[in-house]
């Protein structure tokens, strides 16, 4: 995480803008595909009642947020299907987290 701060840190003071959101965009990505392989491995097999983090949609908000910042460090007007998947995918893991909260609150309280 710190490593991630540090870099886009660096690109945007020393390579301005431009560079920053390809460095944004290409950490985006990968988080995307990390998240999606933790998900696709390990998510089924988790003993945890909750479940949370919901990585599925954690993993999709990285992967339009990256695209969406790749059209930027081209110059290119991102899509509206890009931007209609972003907050679509945000509005999906507020859901989730807040069922799992609603869940994990009743086997509490």
């Known amino acids: ?14 390579g301005g803008f431009i560079v920053y959101q390809w460095a944004l965009a290409c950490e985006a990505s ?33 992967a339009s947020g990256g695209a969406k910042s790749f ?3 081209t110059g ?8 209609v998947i972003l907050l679509a995918a945000v509005v999906w893991f507020l859901v989730s987290s807040w069922k799992i909260w609603k869940a994990e609150r009743g086997i509490i309280g």
Request: proline share 7%; with cysteine; hydrophobic share 55%.
């Open 76 to 83: 290119k007007d991102t899509p509206l299907v890009v931007v």
């Open 1 to 14: 995480m710190l490593t991630g701060v540090a870099t886009l840190l660096l690109s945007l003071l020393l």
């Open 71 to 73: 059209f930027v460090a």
């Open 30 to 62: 990968a988080a995307s595909l990390a998240l999606l392989v933790c998900y696709v491995r390990y998510y089924h097999h988790d003993s945890r009642e909750s479940k949370w983090p919901p990585l599925l949609p954690l993993s999709v908000i990285g």
